[in-house]
């Protein structure tokens, strides 16, 4: 109702598109609405299904957070269906359209898109005033398929040109043929935008001067009215700020809970690595597996010449004590036989009459011995 609308013009005077239903209406307190042209706008169309209705806010606000290509931007996202469509443009644009009009802080901005005419199925063409451009806008049963700009008509070649380097054009219901010169023609512009969006800027509420509004009868006379209205709305906007306020400090909460929540499970699982190494079984100490050696080797008539422990690996040169060399298979079988041992084998010989044997300690090996002590 106290909204006026104005198409921007990057190199002149904005373009009147919506007039406010109370015309007379000093300038101080009309509500204006910045309207973004379609070839200053990035568009993109998002699937959204399975976003609560709840989150759909919050959801837009982060696809337009990846979408966008400048480092200031304003966004718009209109919700239809299972898909949100969203239009990005340069921040840029709001700051010279606030200097145009007074350097106003308080206005909301829609792109020129939402200015179309919705059709049950088929194409719309939107043209903005001062330019030559047109945008293709794809509708099937009141819902818009998708958008795209074009910076003259297009004619046939253009037309198949776009088909041939974009296939994915036809699969959403572009028509492979190029509509009649007839069909080109830009459809009025409607009084009003078809959607809602649902990333609105911080700073689009109008601040209404009450003291101007009327001469003093005029104010006694709809005080009443005025005030109950400025009361819901001021309640209606207090409970919003708490709802939001109460989304940023969850926020924020499950921000700060992430490092702990991280270290929670870093920390469970520190120890079940524990655990698992407790229940498995020591490695027999160096004495444990020199009074095995022992053992055996005294039963084979050998002595050791040289012995080196790197677990899970033993090597010894073992030379017979008569003066002889050592039985292989004797000694392989031997230590093949002790439960601590596994993996014998003949290696080299070593000084004439010694051999050298390699073989492997068990790691669940019991940590006192299953045979008696020589």
């Given at each position: ?8 013009n ?26 973004v042209p379609?070839?200053l ?93 047109l ?52 459809v ?5 935008p ?7 800027r ?9 003291v ?32 939001n ?24 699982k ?6 698992t ?9 160096t ?73 492997r ?9 299953e045979?008696?002590?020589?």
């Amino acid at each position: 109702m106290f909204h006026e609308s104005c198409l921007f013009n990057p190199h002149g005077a904005d373009a009147l598109l919506e007039r406010p239903l109370l015309g007379r209406i000093p300038g101080r307190l009309k509500a204006v609405r910045l309207v973004v042209p379609r070839h200053l706008c990035t568009y993109q169309r998002i699937e959204c299904d399975g976003v609560p209705r709840l989150k759909l806010s919050s959801f837009a606000k982060l696809q337009v957070q990846a979408l966008a290509p400048f480092s200031n931007y304003g966004s718009c996202a209109v919700h239809q269906a299972n898909w949100l469509h969203v239009w990005v443009w340069d921040a840029a644009i709001e700051s010279a359209f606030s200097k145009k009009h007074g350097n106003k802080q308080h206005f909301s901005a829609l792109p020129h898109s939402l200015y179309s005419t919705p059709k049950t199925s088929g194409i719309v063409w939107l043209a903005s005033a001062g330019n030559t451009g047109l945008e293709g806008q794809l509708w099937k049963e009141g819902h818009l398929i998708d958008s795209m700009w074009f910076d003259a008509p297009p004619d046939a070649d253009t037309w198949a040109a776009l088909h041939a380097q974009t296939p994915g054009v036809h699969a959403l219901g572009w028509p492979l043929a190029l509509p009649s010169r007839g069909v080109l023609q830009a459809v009025a512009s409607a009084p009003r935008p078809w959607g809602r969006n649902l990333t609105p800027r911080s700073q689009n509420r109008p601040r209404i001067q009450w003291v101007s509004l009327a001469p003093a009868a005029l104010v006694a006379a709809t005080t009443t009215l005025v005030g109950g209205g400025s009361w819901i709305y001021s309640e209606k906007e207090a409970h919003q700020e708490a709802i939001n306020q109460g989304h940023q400090s969850q926020e924020r909460l499950l921000a700060e809970l992430e490092p702990m929540q991280q270290a929670r499970q870093r920390t469970t699982k520190t120890l079940g690595w524990i655990n698992t190494v407790q229940t498995l079984s020591p490695v027999p100490s160096t004495h444990s597996v020199i009074t095995e050696l022992a053992d055996i080797l005294t039963r084979q008539g050998l002595v050791v010449r040289e012995l080196d422990i790197n677990a899970p690996t033993v090597q010894a040169t073992l030379v017979a004590t008569a003066g002889g060399s050592p039985r292989l298979t004797a000694v392989l079988g031997a230590l093949e036989n002790h439960p601590w041992f596994y993996d014998a084998r003949f290696v080299d010989v070593s000084g004439g009459t010694g051999f050298k044997f390699a073989w492997r300690l068990r790691a669940q090996a019991p940590t006192s011995p299953e045979k008696g002590q020589p």
